[in-house]
């Protein structure tokens, strides 16, 4: 959905503002994820490539069930690893993906035993 006007001009501390937002929520309920990007005003230039360390929001991160499915997924709307899939201590197969706005998005795998 769109948002604009007298609302978002108050929250945002900016006039004229308008944003594109999307909200997502795991199927079952739960937690909701809102994401947005401003069409007005234009964007100010970041680091599209910035690394996981950088100041700022970086990433995001979502427990998936097969990460190989989900890291070939990501591959086909054209966004890469930025290194490799980890295992963590038997636990967990973990893979961060450099997705839109430069944005990386941590995939999470629990491992079954």
Request: a negative charge; charged letters at 20%.
């Amino acid at each position: 959905m769109a948002v604009e006007g007298e609302f978002l001009d108050t929250v945002i501390g900016m006039t004229g503002a308008r944003t594109e937002i999307v909200m997502l929520r795991a199927p079952g309920g739960g937690t909701t994820l809102e994401l947005s990007s401003f069409t007005r005003p234009d964007h100010l230039p970041g680091s599209a490539a910035a690394p996981a360390n950088e100041l700022g929001l970086r990433n995001v991160a979502f427990e998936v069930h097969d990460l190989h499915a989900a890291v070939e997924h990501a591959a086909a709307g054209g966004y890469g690893l930025v290194g490799g899939v980890g295992e963590y201590e038997g636990v967990w197969r973990m893979a961060y993906v450099r997705g839109p706005e430069g944005i990386i998005v941590s995939l999470a795998e629990r491992i079954e035993k």
